[in-house]
Every structure is written in C-alpha cells, then in structure tokens.
C-alpha cells in the first residue's frame, strides 16, 4: 500500500536556524512528489514538486528538497528559517501515470521563534 | 483565474442531518480530489474524480458518504446521517490531467 511517513510530528527552531523535514514513501512504482504548506487559518499551498531530473529541486521561499530514490526519501530543506515560515508541512506521494491519488503524510508543525 | 472555489467554509449540523460540501474546480481542470483533514492526523485521501466518473474512491467510508462531480456544476461531497466523529475539515482540490494539485480553502464540518 502507497504511504508517507514524515518523522517529526512537531520542530521549533528559533530564527535563523536550519530546517530540515524527513519525509520517506512507500509506493511501489515511478513518483511525484510533492511538499506542501498550511499556514494557519489557510488552504495549502505548494513549495515544491519533484517529477523527473535533477533530484535536487528547488521551490519557493529558500526551500529545497532532495530525492535519493535508494532511500524513499524527499526530504525538505532550508538554510535560514524566518518567522513566517510558521506553518504546518505536509509531504505527498503519487504515482506517475494518470488517474492515481495524491497521499500525504501526517504533516510537520514548524514553529519558528523570532 | 479564480482558485478552487469551496463552500460553505463552515458547516454546522446536528446529528442525524445530511452535510453537502461543495467544490468549483479550476477552470481548466477536469480532476477532482476530496480529502478529510482530522487534528494530527493529516491529510486522509477520500475520493478523486474526473467529469461524470468516479476514478478512486478507496478512502470513503463504506456507508454515509457519497461524491459525485456531474457534468455541469460542482463537484459535491454528501454526507448522510452526521455523526460527531464526521466533525472535520474537508479539503477540495483540482488539477488538470496531470502535475500539481490546486487546494481550496476548505469547508468545516461541526456535528453537534
């Protein structure tokens, strides 16, 4: 069965400080994946996708994200949080044909302390 | 080009009554996703769809609930015969044939 685990349940950091989110899949085929972000009181958004290419994927607000397929993993990364990347963060898994669903994990609570 | 288009954002129901949640996908898109968003719990996939077909609906509850995306109109989750434990937020989103998934801003489900 396709899962995503994301280990950390809940990370504060104080500003400046580096981020990184473990995120590992199980699925048994060809991925795209995905981080996304929940700011409080709002839908999500995406940061970043991974299709094909470079594993090392670059998004949106300083974020970046490395696929190592031996590992199953999509980690998120970012140098220098800011205050305002307070948000909940959700990896997500599909497969790559059509017609499959996208399954997220449990999500990570950021809280970033100025 | 307006986002997904969720309503009502907040919902309250008695137990015992029927909950409708409605989703405009974006314009453009053909595909439909519901999905269930419990405290600490993440994201739950429920159903995805496409015009007039269901394509995947392995995480609806076998009784109660019921999607359905016609081929005019929104996309509409139904929920029969609330219970508490149905109390949720319940997130829509659309995308075209394939790549990224576009998410509304949610509707809040509170059985009382």
């Known amino acids: 069965a396709q899962s995503v685990s994301q280990h950390n349940h809940h990370v504060i950091l104080s500003e400046a400080a580096s981020l990184e989110l473990g995120c590992n899949y199980s699925?048994?085929?060809?991925?795209?994946l995905f981080w996304y972000v929940q700011y409080p009181g709002q839908h999500l958004q995406l940061l970043l996708k991974?299709?094909?290419?470079?594993?090392l994927v670059k998004g949106i607000k300083g974020f970046e994200a490395e696929f190592i397929k031996s590992k199953f993993s999509f980690n998120l990364r970012k140098p220098s949080v800011q205050w305002s990347d307070t948000a909940e963060y959700f990896c997500?898994?599909?497969?790559?044909?059509?017609?499959?669903?996208?399954?997220f994990g449990k999500g990570t609570t950021l809280s970033v302390s100025s | 080009n307006a986002g997904v288009m969720q309503n009502p954002r907040h919902l309250v129901r008695r137990r015992g009554q029927e909950a409708r949640l409605r989703c405009s996908p974006m314009?453009?898109?053909?595909?439909v996703y519901w999905y269930r968003q419990l405290p600490e719990e993440g994201l739950k996939f429920m159903v995805y769809?496409?015009?007039?077909?269901?394509?995947?609906e392995s995480g609806m509850p076998k009784e109660r609930f019921s999607a359905e995306f016609p081929k005019e109109g929104p996309s509409i989750l139904r929920i029969q015969q609330v219970v508490r434990g149905d109390s949720a937020a319940y997130f829509c989103?659309?995308?075209?044939?394939?790549?990224?998934?576009?998410f509304g801003e949610g509707s809040r489900l509170t059985v009382l």
């Open positions: 989103a659309s995308s075209p044939d394939t790549g990224e998934l576009f």
């Open positions: 699925y048994g085929g060809t991925v795209n």
């Open positions: 991974y299709f094909s290419g470079d594993p």
């Open positions: 997500a898994v599909r497969g790559n044909q059509a017609g499959t669903a996208l399954i």
């Open positions: 314009k453009g898109h053909s595909h």
């Open positions: 769809l496409q015009k007039e077909n269901i394509i995947d």
